[in-house]
């Protein structure tokens, strides 16, 4: 029977596991949550924190690119949305938090 199984021994008694490997498992998690809070989540609260003030300072007449891309300039704010006018005579509602950039005065007419 054991010429296809090799025979497996069991561990002696006396082969206690090191001691402090818990405290050392404990430590390693703690230690890759600090690495993960300020590789994730730090910097995304940071960009969570400008877009909401960003978003707060819009104000009539800005000129700003949405999250699908279409430039407009605000024409009317409400506390969640804002009007855009795209083209002439084309006014577009959206809601605030879709704003992905606020450009420069005078950025529409040089790209038209």
């Known amino acids: 029977m054991s010429l ?3 025979s497996a021994h069991a561990q002696t008694a006396g082969g ?3 001691a402090g490997g818990e ?6 998690l703690v230690l890759l949550f600090v690495l ?16 909401a003030e960003m978003v707060g300072a819009l104000s009539k ?7 699908s891309g279409i430039l407009g300039k605000v024409t ?9 006018n795209v083209a002439n005579n084309v006014e ?5 938090i879709h704003v992905h950039a606020v450009l420069p005065k005078g950025t529409l007419k040089s790209i038209s």
Request: proline share 6%; charged share 25%.
């Open 4 to 6: 296809f199984i090799a």
């Open 16 to 18: 206690q596991p090191p």
């Open 23 to 28: 405290l050392f498992q404990i430590g390693f």
């Open 36 to 51: 993960f809070y300020f590789i994730a989540i730090r910097p995304q609260r940071k960009r969570q924190k400008e877009h």
């Open 61 to 67: 007449g800005d000129e700003v690119v949405t999250s």
């Open 76 to 84: 009317s704010l409400d506390d969640n949305y804002m009007v855009l």
């Open 92 to 96: 577009m509602k959206f809601q605030r």
